[in-house]
């Protein structure tokens, strides 16, 4: 009899599942808006609608399942199986959602960070194919990350590892949304840039079209796009966004003297504007030991990465479950 | 038959070694000064003498000794068993140590980085016994690192991971040996203390009755005598250097969320003065998540722990090559 796994990417907008086989083929997806104004309770039996579902239309046979990931922002106590802190679904925190999920789904299910599991997805299928030691870092709203060594997954003692977004980058910086300061958070992600590029109206108004008057309207999606155009406000946003990228990927480097650091998310597109000016920084500041062995690239799989890495994360623990 | 290690610790002033048992009891320890300047072969043939002297004298049978474990400044490819960069003995660079040492004493041999070392010794009989997923630090002339995770040292694809000392802490802030700018490394060494003393020097003039008259006297031991006198501008350079350590610490917790940070070396005996701002920058900045789940010790294994290491790491090599 076929197997197969689900891998599910709970994001903060989007809900994306799939059906993927135990040697990583994804044969059916599916995705879901998801109204994060509402309660975890509602959202969970939501998915859990959706889960039930797709087994039934997709799958000839339900004993076909081997087991499913659930991959979801925040930090996650793998002991426990506690949503320790969630950014994007508030009243989520210290809920026990594996156990939830187990009781009304009954398969095993395994939890995962969104971040890990993009990095295991990219590991499995995508850029990092292949590598035993190895960092995922995801541009996004925020920034997460993930790190694999020896072929598995960094949790540290709880779960929590990774947090790559919260390295001080400067102690002197923004404040965080982790109550920190100068994390990579407030300098690389979705909301780094659009800090910035309000930061560069009020200083040189080179970007108040981008906003059509409003500077709501102002996102790292238009200066994206500015910076396409030629716009040079926006191209120094994202070199200044490199910049400190590179003072984390050195870090990395450092700590974790990896064969691979895979960066991917949704500010990962303007790879072209920001990663001339981080690989300068990493070729500056670097040690050329752990240097010369490090290849930072693109990540390759796009939005799946994050639900191939939670079914990638079911399938070991199915395994480890034998 | 009874079974003994031997571990050695190669400082860039004093080389320690010991006969250990499989079990961590130091049964007989040695050492003997170096002399940096000399070529690193003659050093090595130094080393190949005083082990073979210990092994002959201290030991009933030679088959008793099933391995030995030496732990070394620099960045060390594992792989290969090569000294990439030696900073304390020039020359060892890209020497082929564990195959020549092996050549001379027919033993299994394990190269470790020397914070690998004591972050290993403080594991196996420290302040971090019983941890899967520990940290160690360093405090000496440099900043030195190890992690442990699920019970083994973290090496990294070549074996050149763990340099905490190289996490950049302010990327606007001093010159490092290694080439960036702001490491850990330039804040909280003794190299550090010594810079900041000098500095303190030449502001307030404060520090200068510790030179005696000649700024070549200041090091980080006599600033730390003048804090432990009461002298408040040797106390206000521990405070500053605790700030910086906290922040590396914050580092540490959020990528990875270990159960334990141990710190030790020579600078880490001014526990006292640098200690409190370095918990109160991780109280006020870390995620309080992996925060809660650490403790931040003191070694307690005193010059012991890069011996004991290294030898761990010998008994770890002898038992996977069974």
Redesign the interface.
């Known amino acids: 009899m076929e197997q197969f796994l689900i891998g599910v990417d709970m994001g903060g907008t989007n809900v994306r599942m799939g059906i993927i086989t135990p040697d990583g083929n994804v044969v059916r997806k599916d995705h879901y808006p998801i109204d994060a104004s509402k309660r975890a309770l509602e959202l969970i039996e939501t998915l859990i609608l959706k889960l039930k579902d797709l087994i039934q239309k997709e799958l000839k046979d339900p004993k076909q399942l081997i087991g499913i990931g659930v991959g979801i922002a925040g930090?996650i106590?793998m002991k426990k199986g506690i949503i320790?802190?969630s950014p994007n679904i508030r009243d989520l925190k210290d809920f026990r959602l594996r156990d939830f999920l187990e009781k009304e789904i009954p398969y095993p299910i395994a939890l995962e960070n969104d971040a890990n599991a993009f990095t295991l997805g990219e590991g499995w299928m995508g850029a990092a194919k292949g590598?035993?030691?190895y960092c995922g870092i995801t541009l996004g709203t925020g920034v997460g990350g993930g790190?694999v060594?020896?072929g598995?997954i960094?949790?540290?003692?709880?779960?929590?590892?990774?947090?790559?977004g919260?390295?001080?980058?400067?102690?002197?910086g923004p404040l965080c949304s982790?109550?920190?300061?100068g994390c990579l958070e407030v300098y690389a992600s979705g909301t780094a840039v659009r800090r910035m590029a309000l930061e560069a109206v009020a200083k040189e108004n080179g970007l108040f079209k981008l906003s059509q008057g409003d500077l709501k309207n102002l996102n790292s999606e238009n200066v994206f796009e500015a910076a396409k155009s030629g716009e040079i406000a926006a191209k120094k946003i994202f070199h200044e966004m490199g910049v400190?990228l590179g003072?984390g990927l050195?870090?990395l480097i450092?700590?974790?003297?990896?064969?691979k650091i895979v960066i991917g998310g949704k500010v990962s597109e303007a790879w072209e504007y920001f990663f001339p000016s981080a690989i300068r920084t990493v070729q500056?500041?670097?040690?050329?030991?752990?240097r010369e062995?490090?290849e930072i690239v693109k990540a390759r799989c796009g939005d799946d990465a994050g639900m191939l890495g939670a079914a990638y994360s079911a399938l070991i623990r199915t395994r480890l479950d034998r």
Chains 1, 2 share one sequence.
């Open positions: 930090l106590n320790s802190e590598c035993k030691h790190m060594v020896e598995r960094l949790h540290g003692t709880e779960g929590m590892a990774g947090e790559v919260h390295m001080v980058i400067d102690p002197e982790c109550g920190g300061r400190y003072l050195v870090n450092h700590l974790f003297n990896p064969e500056e500041r670097s040690m050329k030991g752990p062995t490090v």
